[in-house]
């Protein structure tokens, strides 16, 4: 006799409450893609074709918005607690609130969050959990009975923790990049659990996953959150694992049907769905959406939130209009585009104009986060300007040496293009104004990066040269007090308003747009060159970041 398991697979949300225009030229171009109500109204029509379904979270909720910072992730878990979501993988920016919320949420013992969180490589280590040393924060697996079945559910969260905050978010924590974990749990849970099937769910991100299951057999099923890449058709390996992956904030959900018999996998058939405006809103979804952000948007419930990072007030509505931009602001472009998204982004550059240009800065720097939002060219609003800097960093500029740019550069050029997957440190190139250069995929580590110039400002202008001294602005957090985007520096100066009082990241940016002709941003672009275009995919989809990284030729040798 034959039975069915259908798993719906959502992940890297990033905060997002409503839909946004998708500007890539895929799937959707040009649409209002994604919003919460109407990715449940595809979950709950799944679910009433399925009897036999599970819900599956893979990572990245709970940061990605001004409504989700602002409440500590608080937003995001009361909506999708109506979800009913069967099982979790946290990532790495589910720890932007640190460990002690993290546990509040996901990990008490009547969680905020009961979504069945796992995480077989999520360590307690060090101070405040000494007494726990060595211990896992959550349980590593779950079996689940479905339709007579019994399903291993394996959870991975991160190797990593959100980077741009340093190590503090993730005090006591320590993560581990999973091969001794599945090397452990894999026979487990079929000798001594007896599953009839193994579903990894995994914020470890695509090209990881594919690398541990080629190192691992017996895993049928991983679906895969953290690079944000789009498995239109699944990646199927050749021992026989089947990969996902759905994009970011909530614009497309994966429907897995699992086929049994005698207690035997026998057949795996993927569906991808794009959340389009043809999906009517779930009306209950939608209410709760509302009444979070009328706390947040225009009218009588408008209230000035404190954030949580830096304390700073939110003095304004989220759909303020607060400037203009005369091109598309995104970072998403697949690695075959003239500008890939991997390299560079025009969110990236108009971000790291506003931070150089506010404190009169040689060089302006952002790292090259994943997460973020689409902006079509017209207005900019207060709440596009949180989904791209939804941290709470302040923004200031400090001497740093042009050895230590140089070095940022080219670290983050093998961060995220090294054929070793696992020295990638997660995200893209970081984003500069005020520089440009040359890059070579190709080349060896540490010879990626050549021709870099500075422009004109109160430094050196012209070619970088290492043992000079430039005004570098970007990031700053108080817990790091020497350092700005993770670089030491000296001379810091952090961006004040009249009275001397720091400026949100969001509220620099805004101060920028009103200081430009028409208020209107129009970014420079291709301020990283490549040498050589990028890879072609290793698999059926179109990639972002090329996820077998990029193989030194004979020339590098």
Same mark, same amino acid.
Not at 481 to 488: A, L, M, Q
Not at 506 to 511: A, L, N, S
């Given at each position: 006799m034959q039975k069915k398991i259908t798993l719906i697979h959502i992940g890297d949300i990033h905060g997002h409450l409503v839909g946004r225009v998708h500007l890539r030229g895929d799937d959707g171009h040009g649409q209002q893609l994604g919003g919460l109500a109407r990715l449940y109204s595809k979950i709950r029509e799944i679910r009433d074709a399925n009897q036999d379904s599970l819900l599956i979270n893979t990572g990245d909720t709970i940061q990605g918005s001004a409504e989700a910072l602002f409440t500590r992730g608080g937003a995001l878990v009361s909506v999708l607690n109506h979800f009913a979501i069967d099982f979790f993988a946290p990532g790495n920016w589910d720890f932007v609130y640190g460990t002690e919320r993290f546990i509040e949420l996901f990990a008490a013992q009547q969680p905020l969050a009961p979504w069945n969180a796992l995480a077989a490589n999520l360590y307690y280590d060090g101070e405040p959990y000494a007494q726990n040393n060595g211990q896992r924060v959550l349980p590593p697996y779950a079996v689940k009975v479905v339709n007579g079945v019994r399903l291993g559910i394996l959870g991975f969260t991160t190797d990593r923790g959100p980077n741009a905050l340093g190590k503090h978010p993730t005090k006591g924590f320590r993560m581990s990049g999973g091969e001794d974990e599945l090397r452990e749990f894999i026979p487990h849970l079929r000798e001594h659990e007896r599953v009839d099937a193994i579903v990894m769910i995994s914020e470890l991100g695509l090209a990881n996953n594919i690398r541990l299951a080629k190192m691992f057999s017996g895993i049928d099923v991983i679906l895969s959150s953290d690079m944000h890449e789009i498995t239109r058709a699944p990646v199927q390996l050749e021992n026989g694992t089947l990969i996902v992956e759905e994009g970011q904030d909530g614009t497309v959900l994966g429907e897995i049907e699992l086929f049994f018999e005698d207690g035997r996998l026998r057949e795996r058939r993927f569906s991808s769905h794009t959340i389009t405006q043809s999906i009517a809103p779930d009306p209950g979804?939608?209410?709760?959406?509302?009444?979070?952000?009328?706390?947040?948007?225009?009218?009588?419930?408008?209230?000035?939130?404190?954030?949580?990072?830096?304390?700073?007030?939110?003095?304004?509505?989220?759909?303020?209009?607060?400037?203009?931009?005369?091109?598309?602001?995104?970072?998403?472009?697949?690695?075959?585009?003239?500008?890939?998204?991997?390299?560079?982004?025009?969110?990236?550059?108009?971000?790291?104009?506003?931070?150089?240009?506010?404190?009169?800065?040689?060089?302006?720097?952002?790292?090259?986060?994943?997460?973020?939002?689409?902006?079509?060219?017209?207005?900019?609003?207060?709440?596009?300007?949180?989904?791209?800097?939804?941290?709470?960093?302040?923004?200031? /500029?400090?001497? +740093?040496?042009?050895?230590?740019? #140089?070095?940022?550069?080219?670290?983050? *050029? !093998?961060?995220? @293009?090294?054929?070793?997957?696992?020295?990638?440190?997660?995200?893209?190139?970081?984003?500069?104004?005020?520089?440009?250069?040359?890059?070579?995929?190709?080349?060896?580590?540490?010879?990626?990066?050549?021709?870099?110039?500075?422009?004109?400002?109160?430094?050196?202008?012209?070619?970088?040269?290492?043992?000079?001294?430039?005004?570098?602005?970007?990031?700053?957090?108080?817990?790091?007090?020497?350092?700005?985007?993770?670089?030491?520096?000296?001379?810091?100066?952090?961006?004040?308003?009249?009275?001397?009082?720091?400026?949100? /990241?969001?509220? +620099?940016?805004?101060?920028?747009? #009103?200081?430009?002709?028409?208020?209107? *941003? !129009?970014?420079? @672009?291709?301020?990283?060159?490549?040498?050589?275009?990028?890879?072609?995919?290793?698999?059926?989809?179109?990639e972002i970041q090329p996820l077998e990284g990029c193989k030194s030729d004979d020339t590098a040798q």
């Open positions: 979804i939608a209410a709760a959406v509302e009444r979070i952000r009328r706390e947040y948007v225009s009218g009588p419930h408008f209230v000035e939130h404190v954030n949580p990072i830096n304390g700073t007030r939110l003095r304004r509505p989220l759909d303020s209009v607060v400037g203009q931009t005369a091109i598309p602001l995104c970072r998403a472009a697949f690695s075959d585009a003239t500008m890939p998204a991997v390299i560079e982004g025009s969110s990236h550059d108009f971000l790291s104009d506003a931070f150089r240009a506010m404190s009169s800065a040689d060089i302006g720097a952002i790292r090259g986060f994943r997460y973020g939002t689409h902006v079509a060219a017209g207005p900019i609003t207060l709440d596009d300007l949180y989904h791209f800097i939804p941290i709470g960093p302040l923004i200031a /500029a400090g001497d +740093v040496a042009g050895k230590k740019i #140089a070095k940022q550069l080219e670290k983050a *050029a !093998n961060g995220c @293009l090294s054929p070793d997957i696992k020295q990638w440190t997660g995200g893209w190139m970081f984003g500069y104004s005020g520089l440009s250069c040359t890059l070579d995929p190709y080349r060896r580590e540490g010879e990626r990066i050549s021709e870099v110039r500075v422009e004109a400002g109160a430094g050196p202008a012209g070619t970088l040269e290492t043992d000079k001294s430039y005004r570098y602005a970007s990031y700053y957090y108080r817990h790091a007090p020497d350092e700005i985007n993770g670089i030491e520096a000296s001379n810091i100066r952090i961006v004040t308003d009249e009275h001397q009082e720091p400026l949100d /990241a969001t509220e +620099v940016v805004v101060r920028y747009l #009103a200081s430009l002709s028409g208020q209107t *941003a !129009n970014p420079s @672009l291709g301020r990283i060159r490549l040498a050589r275009a990028l890879p072609a995919p290793a698999y059926t989809n179109p």
